[in-house]
């Protein structure tokens, strides 16, 4: 007999291992290996007392994380959000109206007319929003978004009753169940948007430019639909069904079918149909099963406290939004996620914003998230037309801002052109790689591309009488004046790409014909130009205007190419950080992330969070929003997410070949608790730090990888037991780095002096703060 859950899951979809890209069922797959593997048998001599090994536990501890609202929010970036990676819905008070508006986006919505840009001809396209219309006057609402659940609840009461209502996201269905009690009644009206891109609220259309078409309605029995034609071909359908207490709404694209997307809509509410027909259960309940089981088995992938309570509820709320924001083999992450709205920005931009989103999920252990990795393997066809037709047969590359599928050509060295953005995207699933050591990732999507990127510049790089090579001019993003040669943006990713390309050769066993070409450039590459104030933007280019970008540092961060362990750097790294933000006027709130991550590199935790911190700062020009979204010209993600990523590099960093465990706390923070937080060379990092010191590091290897550490451990001999309780081989080098021998499945547990409590857990609030939202 089939049991109900498993018709649940048939009639609803779901992710299985089997059904997710190869580099996150590597990550999955080895994250579940037996701790120790076979090699540990019967009692083991130690053991993590993890007290969050439970549901009630974790329900307990993120219940403190929840956003809450007791005042109506009336901007979407007040209000709550719900997204599975391509739905996506804010909900917030509808503009002049006496309703509340559930947004109804997605992000594989877009035009399909590149001869217009990304702007208008390739960009995201609205698809409409839902109103509930109470019948009495709204005065009061009571909402909590429950991370745990990634469910909104709560009530909003008129003067003429109550209306109490539940709502989700799951597997590309947006379910809201709503009951009304006295005199109030439940009204559901769907208002889809017009068809264009969302830059108008900056510009006119292009000349030649042809509306899409209006859209169409359809009913079929209780289940009603808005079908919209779009002029360069395609579809978009959104398919809705009121029952009960209960709508259900699902939103479908397809191109270049006019056709498909309005069956597959209708075919998906229908299966909502079928459950309750068949099975008795109610389409919210039968969605929220899966729903929430998904979610907690999410979030118990790693753990993370600290005592700023503020501070701490807003990463889990990151690592909420990223969730509802991006899954692999999904759509990259727009400049709004699937959270589309009024912006300049309507597509995926790739000179900062793309990178900045994806960090976050290296060290959170979240590498079934990154759509970022998959759709550079899924488009490298489109990456190879980037370029000019001379440079196809090896070469690829990528405009500043595309769609979906990475459409938008590059320009060629020697016009200041911007070049780099694709390298720097590989850099992140360089990452991936670099945390899951998944060598199909490694062979199927970063060697081949990354070759092609720096084969583009190699073609342009050119002898100069100094004996140097030298690159034409190329545009430092988002810095106003163009360099007339050697930018230092690209001369950082032209080394540390010819670097990954001979790491990944070796790795492979590829014995590659360009690889002398690769150390010849290494070789002969010119240095990067710097001046009394630092790094500047490129030869003859100084830093003399404020910039918010740190496109001039990628050397530093996040390369780490000149890095803090180099001592003969050192002055040169404070000084270009010091002058980047001593000119003011076009700082945003990425330029204080970054500015955090760069203090937490050289180890200045205290330094580190006051940059953080004035992202949050309400008198800064740009601040993080009350439901931590972030906007400027209009929503940009990548902000808060890069927070987030901040925090991460003050508690853990791991580059050059070394993990670095709480590298730069900050001295507020006495107590933190991380817990398998993944690291590069694929391991799981747990450790505990209590009164201003570290008590234990317990590291587990999923990959069987050299492992070299950093740590603090101090208060008296220290000792590293293997799982079996036998002594690690362990080999401290003249810097303090420990080597420790780790086979692949195995952990090693460290402390100093006699064995602390191997606690894993929530830390005391030091610094209270209130709960996000309009509290």
């Known amino acids: 007999m089939t049991s109900r859950r498993a018709v649940l899951g048939s009639a609803l979809g779901g992710t299985t ?88 986006q997605h992000g594989e919505v877009q035009d399909h007319r590149p001869e217009f840009g990304s702007g208008w001809g390739t960009c995201r396209l609205p698809v409409g929003h839902l109103t509930l219309d109470p019948v009495g006057t709204i005065t009061a609402v009571d909402w909590r978004l429950s991370l745990w659940n990634a469910e909104l609840t709560g009530t909003i009461t008129t003067d003429k009753g109550t209306l109490t209502l539940a709502a989700l996201i799951h597997d590309g269905l947006l379910a809201v169940r709503v009951t009304a009690a006295g005199d109030e009644e439940v009204h559901w009206t769907f208002h889809p948007e017009e068809a264009i891109s969302p830059r ?92 929430t089981r998904g979610w907690h088995t999410y979030y118990r992938k790693s753990f993370v406290s600290f005592p700023d309570e503020r501070l701490q509820s807003f990463h889990w709320i990151q690592l909420y939004k990223v969730a509802s924001a991006s899954v692999a083999g999904g759509p990259p992450m727009a400049t709004c996620g699937p959270w589309l709205e009024p912006t300049p920005w309507p597509a995926v931009w790739w000179n900062l914003n793309i990178q900045l989103e994806y960090w976050l999920i290296h060290g959170s252990n979240h590498l079934e998230l990154d759509s970022l990795a998959t759709t550079l393997r899924q488009n490298q066809e489109q990456l190879t037309t980037n370029v000019p037709a001379a440079y196809r047969s090896d070469s690829a590359g990528v405009g500043r801002s595309s769609d979906m599928y990475a459409n938008r050509g590059v320009g060629r060295p020697g016009t200041g052109a911007e070049v780099g953005d694709l390298t720097w995207a590989l850099h992140n699933v360089w990452l991936s790689y670099r945390h899951s050591m998944d060598e199909k990732l490694l062979r199927d999507t970063v060697y081949p591309l990354l070759r092609r990127a720096i084969n583009y510049y190699l073609h342009f790089l050119q002898p100069g009488d100094d004996g140097k090579l030298h690159l034409p001019s190329t545009l430092s993003p988002e810095y106003p004046v163009v360099p007339p040669q050697d930018t230092n943006y690209d001369l950082s990713l032209i080394r ?54 740190y496109s001039h540092l990628l050397m530093v961060y996040p390369l780490y190419l000149v890095n803090w362990d180099q001592p003969e750097h050192r002055e040169l790294i404070e000084k270009t950080v010091v002058r980047w933000h001593a000119l003011t006027g076009a700082h945003r709130g990425y330029s204080y992330t970054g500015a955090a991550s760069l203090y937490a590199m050289m180890g200045r935790g205290d330094t580190s969070l006051t940059y953080l911190k004035k992202f949050f700062d309400p008198t800064t020009r740009y601040p993080c929003r009350a439901n931590t979204h972030y906007t400027e010209a209009g929503p940009v993600i990548e902000t808060p997410l890069s927070a987030s990523q901040s925090l991460h590099d003050m508690l853990c960093q791991s580059w050059g070949g070394v993990v670095r465990v ?78 420790i021998n780790l086979a692949r499945g195995r952990e090693v547990l460290l402390y100093a002096g006699e064995r602390p409590d191997l606690a894993i857990g929530p830390v005391a609030p030091g610094e209270r703060g209130a709960a996000w939202g309009l509290p």
């Open 17 to 104: 291992l089997a059904a997710l890209p190869q580099a996150a069922q590597a990550a999955q797959a080895t994250a579940s290996t037996p701790s120790g593997g076979a090699a540990v048998a019967g009692r083991r001599p130690w053991k993590l007392r993890n007290r969050m090994d439970s549901d009630a536990a974790w329900a307990g501890f993120l219940r403190k994380q929840d956003l809450l609202w007791r005042r109506l929010p009336t901007l979407w970036h007040e209000g709550p959000f719900l997204g599975d990676g391509r739905l996506g819905s804010m909900v917030y008070k509808e503009p002049g109206a006496n309703s509340i508006r559930f947004t109804v």
């Open 662 to 739: 709480f590298p730069a706390v900050p001295s507020t923070w006495p107590d933190v608790t991380l817990h398998d937080f993944r690291t590069q060379g694929a391991f799981l990092v747990s450790a505990a730090r209590t009164e201003g010191t570290t008590r234990f590091i317990r590291i587990r290897s999923l990959a069987g990888e050299p492992l070299h550490l950093r740590h603090d451990l101090t208060g008296g001999p220290l000792t590293a037991l293997l799982d079996d309780g036998t002594p690690a081989r362990t080999h401290t080098s003249d810097d303090g780095t420990l080597t």
């Open 200 to 291: 108008k609220i900056s510009e006119a259309p292009p000349t030649d430019y042809v509306p899409n078409p209006p859209w169409t309605t359809r009913t079929t029995g209780d289940i009603e639909q808005v079908l919209q034609p779009l002029t360069g071909g395609g579809q978009t359908a959104t398919a809705f069904r009121h029952s009960g207490d209960t709508l259900v709404l699902n939103v479908a694209h397809s191109h270049p079918s006019d056709t498909r997307a309005g069956e597959t809509s209708l075919k998906k509410i229908q299966k909502t149909q079928k459950i309750q027909k068949t099975l008795g259960i109610a389409p919210y309940a039968a969605l929220r099963a899966p729903h």
């Open 496 to 549: 540390w790409g010819c670097t990954a390309l001979l790491e990944a050769a070796e790795r492979l066993g590829v014995d590659d014909p360009l690889a002398p070409r690769w150390q010849e450039t290494l070789a002969k590459l010119t240095p990067y130009p710097v001046d009394v104030n630092g790094f500047m933007i490129g030869a003859d280019t100084p830093y003399a205007q404020s910039h918010r970008h």
